[in-house]
């Protein structure tokens, strides 16, 4: 295990390494074998703070919360600001360092398991760009802070196995929002104005030359940027959104497919029956007759 730094811990600082008879347990419990935290902490405006590792031999992310300092990977410099996360995966050698005249506030966590691979691809990590720039995050802030309550457990296995599947929900919620940000860094579009301008088109059709105008972009660059972002062409996740829509009103009205096809922009109410089964696996009539909860 890659050891936090030895940074003079002040009483209201957290600093928890998870025992190696529990970490034996979390590696090889099948739900929390595929990732499982290592050490966690919490270092308020760390004035002094630095690391250097020339060895780095599990996984690491920390979230500046405020305040200020710099990251260095591979020999290049990046700044850190409040909103920030440093993604470092095993072996990325690399230092970092609180600011000297406005020393940052982090939360951080090292943990491992045989699936943390997935996790960074999903997360898109590149080298090149080891910060994400999330901005603050009262989400992020709560998972940690969740994260950090294992220490008051008594070593309960039961606990940590929670904690070990909050942190995967946590790296999740990060494989959402660091693409965004990524994109954001080097100039790309803004997806959430995209989402908003499909959200407020539920009932129209829209076309990829519309959406493509709104950012400014060539219809090709901007389908391949979204679906390097989403996973799935932009006509085909606004297609999804009309689905969504449609099974809201299925369930919260009586409304006829026919009027609802209508009012998401299908004049066929055949074509719309078809395209819902298609996403959602089972007809509208049959979507209403189900019932779940």
């Known amino acids: 295990m890659t050891g936090p730094s030895d940074w003079p811990l002040p009483p209201e600082g957290v600093r ?31 004035a002094g703070h630095a690391v250097r590792r020339d060895s780095h031999v599990d996984h690491l992310v920390l979230y500046c919360c405020d305040g200020a300092g710099t990251l260095s990977v591979d020999g290049h410099e990046w700044p ?35 699936r943390t691979g997935d996790f960074w691809a999903a ?3 590149e ?9 603050r995050s009262p989400k992020l802030l709560a998972d940690f802070e969740t994260l950090l309550g294992v220490r008051r457990s008594g070593y309960s296995p039961p606990v940590f196995v929670h904690a070990a599947n909050h942190l995967r929900a946590m790296l999740s919620y ?5 693409p965004r940000s990524a994109t954001r860094q080097a100039g790309g579009f803004d997806l959430d104005h995209v989402h908003a301008l499909m959200q407020a088109n539920l009932h129209h059709h829209l076309d990829l030359d519309t ?33 969504e829509r449609a099974c809201y009103l299925l369930d919260i009205s009586t409304r006829s497919v ?22 959602v696996g089972v007809s509208p ?7 779940y909860g």
Do not use: C
């Open 123 to 125: 997360i898109g990590f």
């Open 211 to 243: 959406l493509a105008a709104s950012v400014n972009l060539s219809r090709y660059t901007f389908a391949r940027q979204y679906k390097r972002l989403t996973g799935m062409p932009p006509i085909q996740n606004f297609i999804h959104m009309k689905m």
């Open 174 to 178: 990060l494989a959402v929002v660091s």
């Open 258 to 279: 026919q009027q609802i096809a209508f009012e998401l922009g299908y004049e066929d109410a055949y074509y719309f029956s078809r395209l819902f089964r298609k996403v």
């Open 80 to 114: 850190v600001a409040a909103g920030d996360v440093m993604l470092l995966p095993r072996d990325v050698l690399h230092a970092y360092a609180a600011s000297g005249d406005d020393p940052w506030t982090l939360y951080w966590v090292h943990f491992d398991g045989t």
């Open 127 to 135: 080298r090149e760009r080891p910060v994400a720039r999330l901005g």
């Open 285 to 291: 009539t049959r979507y209403r007759a189900m019932r």
């Open 16 to 46: 928890f390494f998870v025992p190696t008879f529990l970490r034996d347990h979390l590696a090889g419990n099948p739900l929390t074998r595929e990732l499982y935290p290592h050490a966690m902490g919490y270092y308020p405006r760390a």
